[in-house]
């Protein structure tokens, strides 16, 4: 049913507040001394029961039996009124019979309810004086004739707030209008009932709440402590009990650290100051425990302040959740990521040999087919002086093709390993560009390039391994030159930077799209550059990057299509006295000239005939002067029949 409408809350100060006079005056209420004295006793006693904790139906028993003292011939009741249901129950009648105390138990709120549902419903006093007749009663005047009840009066109990709580009825046998004294002596029992029940909801709502917290904290399976500003443990629950492995009256008085794994303390302590100054309302943090046999336990710790009245903070509340399983979880995770990660990897490096193997068949085939072709033929047939010496030409430069290719492979190799040498002293830089452009003058002449190396710090001085350094510019310039279009140009620049050498090569070639760059650096992906004629493994500009690495260095690319590539190199300045290279990097070249530029038609040894014609280059596929023969080989500068692929090798 529909919650009944009453009338507004009388004012708080008409409840709790006295009259303008004594209220128990014998001239305005007919109460003589004596009878004060008695009311004050009994107010006293009930007051005590109040105190002492007693039930609220022994109070309010207390309550009506001392008004109906006061009251000869008179049964009194109080009612409780429960607002959700709105019924008013049963709180304390004891002269009334059983019988109608149990049919009234329930009363619904409302304006034909009787005394006491009217008055609950109306927020005032309701006074009955003959119950047959008042049309209040009229669903409730046989019960009353059954027990001999003849009026009722009935006012309401306000709380503080002016809320209803219950009613207060007082039943005669006979007609009856209450008079002066007995109103006030009502209001007087009423105040004190009004105060019995407010009492009891109170602490009833805190013992509700204590209990409700006692069963979160004992039951939780969650491991839950109560600790003191000093961090000692006050109270624990049994899981935080099973989780250390430690009887309750092991852990309480002790301090958090006496439990906490030595490697943890510090930092747990660390945590806990802020908290118990109050400067931080919680915090968390994952910790180590330490079991009764001294095992260790991974936590998850919430820490939080619990704040008295005044906001200072009283303890420190803890809430420890257990990682085991999910640390465990995590290790399996990690381990089937592990088993993944391994399972991938070796089927790259499966697939990676495969590729390798295939890339090094490939190579390796055509060069010993040239040596096992010309050997037959200088076996099987006469051959003219000149016919012979190319036979011979051919066998050297696929045998040094083959060596090539071993070279770049066991570079790789080294350097992967950890296991290359680089010997790193002062080197003068541009002396080394002019060597390896004055070695690959007869590659560039034979595609009618032109390289020019003007702009050069000729004083510059890096840190590095001079050899290694002379096979990296060898690798890279010759990739300029074999990647460059006909009649194209290559440009070396070097200038220093802060603490650093830069050395820019340029050339004029097609370029590659920049999410190719990438790519470049991967051994063996030569990007297709074995379907446009120049052979080569895809290892030179791989073994180039990493030695330049080796050196303290870098290596980068930049390149569009239609634009051409630029190779930028950075090596660190040595800021101590300049160094010349030695000499065994000068010799063998043809005249030790520096040139700035260099073009087709200055080179004294190329042939007069087509460029590139059999038999008529003045170098190598080693990239060798004839001066030359067996002196270091640089990487990629391997003439005409150079292996490399475009910047990737």
Known sequence: MSEPQHAAPRPVSAIWTVGPFDEFDPVHTGVDHGQSLALLSQQTTILELLAAGAALADVLTAVTLALESHMPGTRCSVLLFDRPAGRLRHGAAPSLPAAYNEAIDGLVVGPRSGSCGTAAHLGEQVVARDIPSDPRWADYRDLAADHSLAACWSSPIHGRNGEVLGTFAVYHDVQHVPTRRESRLVDRYRHLAAIAISHSRLWGALAQSEEQFRRAFVDNAVGMALLDLHGRFIRVNQAICDLLDRPEEDLLGRHFVEVTHPEDAARSVASFAPLAAGEVASGHQEKRYLRRDGSAVWVEMTASVVRGRDGSPLHISTNVQD?????????????????????????????????????????LRTPLSAIVGFTELLHTLELTGERRTTALESIGRAARHIMAILDDVLDLAKIEAGAVTIERSPVR????????????????????????????????????????????????????????????EVEIIAYVVGAELNIRVRDTGEGIGEELIARLFTPFDRLGAQAGGESGAGLGLVVTQRLVNAMGGGLTVRSRPGAGTTVSLTLPVFDGPAVTPAGALTEGLNDGVQRSCWDASHHPLLPTGPAGGEGESAEDPGGRTPAEPTRQRPVGAQGGGDHQGRDAG
Do not use: W
């Not at 452009?437 to 890096?462: M, S, T």
């Open 323 to 363: 990682l085991t399983a999910r640390n465990a979880a995590e290790i399996e995770r990690q381990a089937r990521r592990d088993a993944e990660l391994a399972a991938a990897a070796a089927e790259t490096a499966s697939r990676a040999k495969s590729d390798f193997l295939s890339t090094m068949s490939h190579e």
């Open 429 to 488: 830089v541009a002396p080394l560009v002019h060597q390896a452009v004055e070695l690959l003058e007869p590659l560039a002449a034979q595609r009618g390039l032109r390289v020019c190396a003007e702009d050069l710090d000729e004083h510059a001085v890096v840190l590095a391994d001079p050899r290694r350094l002379r096979q990296v510019l060898l690798n890279v310039v010759s990739n300029a030159i074999k990647y460059n279009r006909p009649d194209g």
